[in-house]
Structure formats: structure tokens, C-alpha cells
Nanobody
Framework: QVQLVESGGGLVQPGGSLRLSCVASGTIVRLYDTGWFRRGPGKQRELVARINSGGSTNYADSVKGRFTIFRDDTKNTVYLQMNSLKPEDTAVYYC??????????????WGSGTQVTVSS
């Protein structure tokens, strides 16, 4: 079994920063593409940032220049550094990853989410 567990969410004032972490655990051989998605109040889930196993990244236009995604494959962990946060960044943030397990099956997994609230 594989689990993705996010942490690092919370309440922050506009202009502040947070760093989200997502740790993958279980019978993992390798992480492939990983990413962060979010669902704001009354909104659909959207891609925030993605990073592949080669380190290439892409970002939603709304977060470019403010958010940075990076990963540490030795720890099976992906991070999202969020700076200059705005109220419109308020959402539940979800980790997503393509993972190859010991059963030699590559599948897609989701974490349960972490709440980020940007408010004064």
C-alpha cells in the first residue's frame, strides 16, 4: 500500500509564506510525476504545480513567481514553497503522485489534503 500525507498548512496573513510537504510511504520503488492541486471554496480542483522525475516544473499562471515546487527523492517527499500568499490562495491543497510500487505497478495516488487559509 502507498500513502501520501501532506503537512504544513495553516492560517497565514496576506503576504506571508508557508511550506507544504508531502511524504509518500509504503512499498515504493520510485516516484514519477508529482504535483500539488488545490480546491478553493466553491471552486473546482485545479493544478497548482507539477514536477517530473527529471526536475522539470510547470505552474499555474496564478502562482508563477510566488510558488516553488521541489522534491527530495531520497525522502520520497515533494514540497511546495508558497510566498507572497494572497486571500485567493485559500484552499485545500492536495498532493498527487505517480508511483511505481514493489508489485511493479505504476499507479496514481492522492493525499487527503491540507487546509491553507490566507486571511488578515
Amino acid at each position: 500500500q502507498v500513502q501520501l500525507v501532506e503537512s504544513g498548512g495553516g492560517l497565514v496573513q496576506p503576504g506571508g509564506s508557508l511550506r507544504l510537504s508531502c511524504v509518500a510511504s509504503g512499498t515504493i520503488v520510485r516516484l514519477y510525476d508529482t504535483g500539488w492541486f488545490r480546491r478553493g471554496p466553491g471552486k473546482q480542483r485545479e493544478l497548482v504545480a507539477r514536477i517530473n522525475s527529471g526536475g522539470s516544473t510547470n505552474y499555474a499562471d496564478s502562482v508563477k513567481g510566488r510558488f516553488t515546487i521541489f522534491r527530495d527523492d531520497t525522502k520520497n517527499t515533494v514540497y511546495l514553497q508558497m510566498n507572497s500568499l494572497k486571500p485567493e490562495d485559500t484552499a485545500v491543497y492536495y498532493c498527487n503522485a505517480d508511483i511505481l510500487t514493489f508489485t511493479r505497478v505504476r499507479d496514481n495516488y492522492w493525499g487527503s489534503g491540507t487546509q491553507v487559509t490566507v486571511s488578515s
